[in-house]
T-cell receptor, first 117, second 113 residues
Framework: GAVVSQHPSRVICKSGTSVKIECRSL??????MFWYRQFPKQSLMLMAT?????????EQGVEKDKFLINHASLTLSTLTVTSAHPEDSSFYIC?????????????FGNGTRLTVT | QKEVEQNSGPLSVPEGAIASLNCTYS??????FFWYRQYSGKSPELIMF????GDKEDGRFTAQLNKASQYVSLLIRDSQPSDSATYLC?????????????FGGGTRLMVKP
Protein backbone atom coordinates (compact mmCIF):
# COMPACT_ATOMS: atom_id res chain seq x y z
CA GLY A 1 0.00 0.00 0.00
CA ALA A 2 0.93 3.64 -0.31
CA VAL A 3 3.46 4.93 2.18
CA VAL A 4 3.39 8.53 1.02
CA SER A 5 0.17 10.45 0.54
CA GLN A 6 0.00 13.62 -1.52
CA HIS A 7 -2.88 16.07 -1.84
CA PRO A 8 -4.42 17.42 -3.98
CA SER A 9 -3.92 15.21 -7.01
CA ARG A 10 -4.96 17.92 -9.40
CA VAL A 11 -5.37 21.65 -9.10
CA ILE A 12 -6.18 24.45 -11.49
CA CYS A 13 -5.51 28.00 -10.39
CA LYS A 14 -5.38 31.44 -11.85
CA SER A 15 -2.15 33.24 -12.54
CA GLY A 16 -0.96 35.19 -9.50
CA THR A 17 -2.58 32.99 -6.89
CA SER A 18 -0.84 30.57 -4.51
CA VAL A 19 -1.27 26.84 -4.26
CA LYS A 20 -0.37 24.57 -1.36
CA ILE A 21 0.50 20.91 -1.85
CA GLU A 22 0.66 18.53 1.09
CA CYS A 23 2.82 15.45 1.45
CA ARG A 24 2.31 13.03 4.31
CA SER A 25 4.26 9.99 5.34
CA LEU A 26 1.94 7.20 6.39
CA UNK A 27 2.86 5.05 9.39
CA UNK A 28 6.43 6.26 9.52
CA UNK A 29 8.33 9.37 10.45
CA UNK A 30 10.17 11.13 7.66
CA UNK A 31 12.80 13.58 8.83
CA UNK A 32 13.57 14.24 5.19
CA MET A 33 11.24 14.52 2.24
CA PHE A 34 12.08 15.40 -1.32
CA TRP A 35 10.12 17.51 -3.78
CA TYR A 36 10.42 16.80 -7.49
CA ARG A 37 8.95 18.47 -10.55
CA GLN A 38 8.34 16.84 -13.90
CA PHE A 39 7.49 18.65 -17.11
CA PRO A 40 5.85 16.72 -19.96
CA LYS A 41 8.10 14.13 -21.56
CA GLN A 42 10.94 15.02 -19.21
CA SER A 43 12.44 13.25 -16.25
CA LEU A 44 12.04 14.11 -12.60
CA MET A 45 14.04 17.07 -11.41
CA LEU A 46 14.78 17.49 -7.72
CA MET A 47 13.58 20.87 -6.54
CA ALA A 48 14.39 20.78 -2.86
CA THR A 49 15.06 18.67 0.18
CA UNK A 50 12.65 19.28 3.00
CA UNK A 51 14.13 18.87 6.47
CA UNK A 52 11.94 18.56 9.55
CA UNK A 53 12.47 21.47 11.89
CA UNK A 54 14.90 23.35 9.68
CA UNK A 55 15.07 25.18 6.41
CA UNK A 56 14.72 23.36 3.15
CA UNK A 57 17.69 22.91 0.86
CA UNK A 58 16.94 24.10 -2.66
CA GLU A 59 18.56 22.92 -5.85
CA GLN A 60 20.30 25.38 -8.08
CA GLY A 61 17.88 27.41 -10.14
CA VAL A 62 14.88 26.85 -7.86
CA GLU A 63 13.58 30.05 -6.29
CA LYS A 64 13.16 29.52 -2.56
CA ASP A 65 10.88 32.55 -2.24
CA LYS A 66 8.57 31.22 -4.89
CA PHE A 67 8.46 27.60 -3.77
CA LEU A 68 7.95 27.73 -0.03
CA ILE A 69 8.56 24.49 1.84
CA ASN A 70 7.45 23.84 5.38
CA HIS A 71 8.27 20.61 7.19
CA ALA A 72 6.61 21.31 10.50
CA SER A 73 6.21 17.73 11.66
CA LEU A 74 7.79 14.34 11.08
CA THR A 75 4.90 13.27 8.88
CA LEU A 76 4.01 16.39 6.91
CA SER A 77 5.79 18.57 4.40
CA THR A 78 4.07 21.25 2.36
CA LEU A 79 5.07 22.97 -0.85
CA THR A 80 3.44 26.31 -1.61
CA VAL A 81 3.77 27.71 -5.10
CA THR A 82 3.42 31.44 -4.62
CA SER A 83 2.23 33.86 -7.29
CA ALA A 84 1.88 31.01 -9.73
CA HIS A 85 2.40 31.60 -13.43
CA PRO A 86 1.56 29.41 -16.44
CA GLU A 87 5.20 28.28 -16.67
CA ASP A 88 4.80 26.74 -13.20
CA SER A 89 2.29 24.29 -14.63
CA SER A 90 3.86 20.91 -14.03
CA PHE A 91 3.61 17.60 -12.19
CA TYR A 92 4.88 17.98 -8.63
CA ILE A 93 5.81 14.84 -6.72
CA CYS A 94 6.99 14.39 -3.16
CA UNK A 95 8.93 11.43 -1.86
CA UNK A 96 10.43 10.00 1.28
CA UNK A 97 12.48 7.04 2.45
CA UNK A 98 11.33 4.74 5.19
CA UNK A 99 14.78 5.00 6.71
CA UNK A 100 18.28 6.17 5.87
CA UNK A 101 19.82 2.84 4.94
CA UNK A 102 21.62 2.92 1.63
CA UNK A 103 19.28 0.43 0.04
CA UNK A 104 16.16 2.18 1.25
CA UNK A 105 14.33 3.38 -1.85
CA UNK A 106 12.33 6.52 -2.25
CA UNK A 107 8.60 6.11 -2.15
CA PHE A 108 6.63 8.62 -4.11
CA GLY A 109 3.32 10.28 -3.52
CA ASN A 110 0.78 10.12 -6.32
CA GLY A 111 1.78 13.56 -7.52
CA THR A 112 -0.06 16.83 -8.03
CA ARG A 113 -0.78 18.09 -11.49
CA LEU A 114 -0.80 21.87 -11.35
CA THR A 115 -2.32 23.90 -14.16
CA VAL A 116 -2.01 27.66 -13.98
CA THR A 117 -4.32 29.54 -16.31
CA GLN B 1 27.82 17.10 -12.31
CA LYS B 2 26.33 13.76 -11.51
CA GLU B 3 24.70 12.37 -14.62
CA VAL B 4 22.55 9.39 -15.37
CA GLU B 5 22.00 8.57 -19.02
CA GLN B 6 19.32 6.48 -20.65
CA ASN B 7 18.23 6.02 -24.23
CA SER B 8 14.88 7.76 -24.47
CA GLY B 9 13.47 5.19 -26.89
CA PRO B 10 10.85 4.21 -27.62
CA LEU B 11 12.02 0.64 -27.29
CA SER B 12 9.53 -1.58 -29.02
CA VAL B 13 9.39 -5.32 -28.31
CA PRO B 14 6.81 -7.98 -29.14
CA GLU B 15 4.78 -9.57 -26.40
CA GLY B 16 6.66 -12.43 -24.78
CA ALA B 17 10.10 -11.14 -25.73
CA ILE B 18 12.85 -9.91 -23.44
CA ALA B 19 13.11 -6.16 -23.03
CA SER B 20 16.56 -4.84 -22.16
CA LEU B 21 16.86 -1.38 -20.67
CA ASN B 22 20.24 0.21 -20.08
CA CYS B 23 21.56 3.03 -17.95
CA THR B 24 24.99 4.56 -17.46
CA TYR B 25 26.11 6.87 -14.71
CA SER B 26 29.04 9.20 -14.32
CA UNK B 27 29.66 9.28 -10.57
CA UNK B 28 31.90 6.41 -9.46
CA UNK B 29 30.88 7.13 -5.88
CA UNK B 30 27.32 6.06 -6.57
CA UNK B 31 26.24 3.37 -4.21
CA UNK B 32 22.69 2.30 -4.84
CA PHE B 33 20.76 1.88 -8.05
CA PHE B 34 17.04 1.79 -8.56
CA TRP B 35 14.65 1.11 -11.38
CA TYR B 36 11.29 2.82 -11.33
CA ARG B 37 8.36 2.36 -13.67
CA GLN B 38 6.20 5.35 -14.53
CA TYR B 39 2.93 5.12 -16.37
CA SER B 40 1.80 8.21 -18.21
CA GLY B 41 0.38 10.78 -15.82
CA LYS B 42 1.32 8.77 -12.76
CA SER B 43 4.13 8.97 -10.23
CA PRO B 44 7.03 6.49 -10.34
CA GLU B 45 6.77 3.14 -8.64
CA LEU B 46 9.73 1.09 -7.52
CA ILE B 47 10.56 -2.01 -9.56
CA MET B 48 13.92 -3.09 -8.16
CA PHE B 49 17.03 -1.90 -6.46
CA UNK B 50 20.58 -3.23 -6.59
CA UNK B 51 23.85 -2.21 -4.98
CA UNK B 52 26.22 -5.13 -5.54
CA UNK B 53 27.87 -6.11 -8.78
CA GLY B 54 26.12 -8.90 -10.60
CA ASP B 55 22.54 -9.90 -11.19
CA LYS B 56 19.49 -9.65 -9.01
CA GLU B 57 16.31 -11.38 -10.02
CA ASP B 58 12.74 -10.71 -8.92
CA GLY B 59 10.07 -12.52 -10.87
CA ARG B 60 10.24 -11.45 -14.51
CA PHE B 61 12.70 -8.67 -13.71
CA THR B 62 16.48 -8.92 -13.51
CA ALA B 63 18.68 -6.00 -12.59
CA GLN B 64 22.34 -6.13 -13.59
CA LEU B 65 25.05 -3.91 -12.16
CA ASN B 66 28.61 -3.43 -13.37
CA LYS B 67 30.33 -0.77 -11.31
CA ALA B 68 33.61 -1.02 -13.22
CA SER B 69 31.83 -0.08 -16.43
CA GLN B 70 29.36 2.18 -14.63
CA TYR B 71 26.23 0.74 -16.06
CA VAL B 72 23.10 -0.82 -14.72
CA SER B 73 20.48 -2.60 -16.74
CA LEU B 74 17.00 -4.02 -16.34
CA LEU B 75 15.80 -7.09 -18.17
CA ILE B 76 12.10 -7.84 -18.42
CA ARG B 77 11.34 -11.41 -19.46
CA ASP B 78 8.08 -12.46 -21.08
CA SER B 79 7.18 -8.83 -21.73
CA GLN B 80 3.49 -7.98 -21.46
CA PRO B 81 1.55 -5.05 -22.93
CA SER B 82 1.00 -3.90 -19.35
CA ASP B 83 4.76 -3.41 -19.07
CA SER B 84 4.49 -0.53 -21.54
CA ALA B 85 5.65 2.49 -19.57
CA THR B 86 8.64 4.74 -19.04
CA TYR B 87 11.41 3.15 -17.01
CA LEU B 88 13.53 5.45 -14.91
CA CYS B 89 17.00 4.59 -13.73
CA UNK B 90 17.97 6.30 -10.50
CA UNK B 91 21.33 6.48 -8.82
CA UNK B 92 22.10 7.56 -5.33
CA UNK B 93 25.05 8.94 -3.51
CA UNK B 94 24.30 8.16 0.08
CA UNK B 95 24.59 10.92 2.65
CA UNK B 96 23.26 11.69 6.10
CA UNK B 97 19.96 12.81 4.64
CA UNK B 98 19.46 9.37 3.22
CA UNK B 99 19.16 8.57 -0.42
CA UNK B 100 19.13 11.55 -2.74
CA UNK B 101 18.36 10.18 -6.14
CA UNK B 102 19.48 11.44 -9.49
CA PHE B 103 17.20 10.21 -12.24
CA GLY B 104 17.94 9.41 -15.83
CA GLY B 105 15.67 10.75 -18.53
CA GLY B 106 13.83 7.45 -18.77
CA THR B 107 13.33 4.91 -21.53
CA ARG B 108 9.90 4.49 -22.99
CA LEU B 109 9.05 0.83 -23.51
CA MET B 110 6.30 -0.31 -25.83
CA VAL B 111 5.26 -3.96 -25.74
CA LYS B 112 3.16 -4.85 -28.76
CA PRO B 113 0.56 -7.64 -28.58
Amino acid sequence: GAVVSQHPSRVICKSGTSVKIECRSLDFQATTMFWYRQFPKQSLMLMATSNEGSKATYEQGVEKDKFLINHASLTLSTLTVTSAHPEDSSFYICSASLDTRRDSPLHFGNGTRLTVT
Amino acid sequence: QKEVEQNSGPLSVPEGAIASLNCTYSDRGSQSFFWYRQYSGKSPELIMFIYSNGDKEDGRFTAQLNKASQYVSLLIRDSQPSDSATYLCAVTHFNNAGNMLTFGGGTRLMVKP
